[in-house]
């Protein structure tokens, strides 16, 4: 009877290493945040035009008055290709229409639109779409 339980633990470790490692990815990627994101772009009304521009739903203020927004920043340290949540610093810009100029900002920086109550600094996150 011992050598039987003995057996059944090791078999059912064994299993559960070989689950994790073939899905591992998938589960950690279905336990994320979902998150909405957008890449800055050059905006334009009326014959003005804002470069670098993001809507102003997805700039923040916090207690000390400091702007920053959410970025979603490509991480491997764990061995697979991920996004983590980013809060960073901004200095915000111009207004038109919406949106604001955040010049400190890549072309290819992907900023969070969803609520950050949702997830938290040094979160992995799952991109749920790419505006351009």
Avoid: H
């Amino acid at each position: 009877m011992r050598r039987f339980l003995i057996s059944a633990v090791f078999i059912i470790f064994i299993c559960t290493i070989l689950i994790l490692q073939f899905f591992g990815g998938a589960i950690r990627a279905a336990l994320s945040p979902k998150v909405e994101v957008v890449r800055p772009q050059i905006y334009a009304v009326g014959g003005r035009y804002i470069d670098r521009a993001v809507p102003m739903d997805a700039v923040y203020m916090d207690e000390n008055g400091m702007a920053f927004l959410w970025l979603a920043v490509e991480d491997d340290s764990s061995g697979e290709k991920c996004y983590i949540a980013k809060k960073e610093a901004v200095s915000p810009g111009d207004t038109l229409d919406g949106y604001m100029s955040v010049r400190s900002l890549g072309v290819t920086s992907l900023v969070i639109l969803t609520d950050p109550a949702q997830f938290s600094e040094g979160q992995r996150v799952e991109i749920l779409e790419d505006t351009p």
